[in-house]
């Protein structure tokens, strides 16, 4: 299994970016993907988290409302649509998969990762 990150950036505070988790080695309707954030001094923290196979999502309360987890259509793609970021949103971001979306969403629970992708939040 492979994952690969991309997408972050340096963005200012209230607007946009869609971070990718493309996957390889392992079919998406199987797992759950989930998406976890690292700031620096901090520990992980699991961010979102999907099963395609149920349409079941997760989203830890500071970002519902504002990220938006999805899968491509007939793909092997999980996406982060992150909206009105702020700069505590900040972070290496990272996708993991797990065979289910359980809360509270622990890395403990995931065994593949990817490299992460750094989200910058500042004007």
């Known amino acids: 299994v492979q994952l690969v990150e991309s997408g972050g950036g340096l963005v200012q505070p209230g607007g946009s970016l869609r971070l990718s988790c493309a996957a390889s080695?392992?079919?998406?309707?199987?797992?759950?993907i989930g998406w976890f954030r690292q700031a620096p001094g901090k520990e992980r923290e699991g961010v979102s988290c999907i099963r395609t196979s149920n349409g079941v999502t997760y989203y830890i309360d500071s970002v519902k409302g504002r990220f938006t987890i999805s899968t491509e259509r007939n793909g092997n793609t999980v996406f982060l649509q992150m909206n009105s970021l702020k700069p505590e949103d900040t972070a290496v971001y990272y996708c993991a998969t797990a065979p289910y979306c359980l809360v509270p969403q622990v890395e403990e629970d995931f065994d593949s990762w990817g490299q992460g992708t750094q989200v910058t939040v500042s004007s």
């Open positions: 080695g392992i079919t998406l309707g199987s797992v759950a």
